[in-house]
T-cell receptor, first 114, second 113 residues
Framework: DQQVKQNSPSLSVQEGRISILNCDYT??????FLWYKKYPAEGPTFLIS?????DKNEDGRFTVFLNKSAKHLSLHIVPSQPGDSAVYFC?????????????FGGGTRLMVKP | EAQVTQNPRYLITVTGKKLTVTCSQN?????MSWYRQDPGLGLRQIYY???????DKGDVPEGYKVSRKEKRNFPLILESPSPNQTSLYFC????????????FGSGTRLTVV
């Protein structure tokens, strides 16, 4: 059973609007969460992270929100740009994960239309 | 340029024929790891290495081997590939075990027929 889930395989947004990507997790031992972005034919690149002691972290146009009680995190991109079109993976880790292992969600493909 | 280099990018092979996917990083990172990506499942860790001669199993290690004889290199070995190992493979590195900001390679798409 997947411990990290991204229930929306794809999302389409108009340029300039907000993109909201969602991620749910089941393991309450996770205490660190990340978002990675992946373009075709490239490896994932680290985007933004958040520790479980926070509920929000912001970096430019990207903000990650964490709701521990709901075991839910989301990535907000404002304003969305065509260059943001990519697959986004959320990932989680915790002290119980040996070897620095990240548990990834299945990914959400974001398409930003000009 | 700081990077993780994987080779080959694409590989088609037959069942049972041993193969090696190479991975090299030029950032002097201690931690290296292999992941496989399958549709709907995200990335799953195969093996990791915390430093030279220190390797351990990840989430899905069956059918794979690794070695870490030098800090920069972390090859993935499939002794007897099977069709269920058809996947997209990524090598990743980070400064240390505590650093989750991985640098990923560009991926190796493997098809086993």
């Amino acid at each position: 059973d997947q411990q990290v889930k991204q229930n929306s395989p794809s999302l389409s947004v108009q340029e300039g609007r907000i993109s909201i990507l969602n991620c749910d997790y089941t393991n309450s031992m996770f205490d660190y969460f990340l978002w990675y972005k992946k373009y075709p034919a490239e490896g994932p690149t680290f985007l933004i992270s958040i520790s479980s002691i926070k509920d929000k972290n912001e970096d430019g146009r990207f903000t990650v929100f964490l709701n521990k009680s709901a075991k839910h995190l989301s990535l907000h991109i404002v304003p969305s740009q065509p260059g943001d079109s990519a697959v986004y993976f959320c990932a989680a880790s915790g002290r119980m994960n040996a070897g620095n292992m990240l548990t990834f969600g299945g990914g959400t493909r974001l398409m930003v239309k000009p | 340029e700081a990077q993780v280099t994987q080779n080959p990018r694409y590989l088609i092979t037959v069942t049972g024929k041993k193969l090696t996917v190479t991975c090299s990083q030029n950032m002097n990172h201690e931690y290296m790891s292999w992941y496989r990506q399958d549709p709907g499942l995200g990335l799953r860790q195969i093996y990791y290495s915390m430093n030279v001669e220190v390797t351990d199993k990840g989430d899905v290690p069956e059918g794979y081997k690794v070695s870490r004889k030098e800090k920069r290199n972390f090859p993935l070995i499939l002794e007897s590939p099977s069709p269920n190992q058809t996947s997209l493979y990524f090598c990743a590195s980070s400064l240390s075990l505590a650093d989750y900001g991985y640098t990923f390679g560009s991926g190796t798409r493997l098809t086993v027929v």
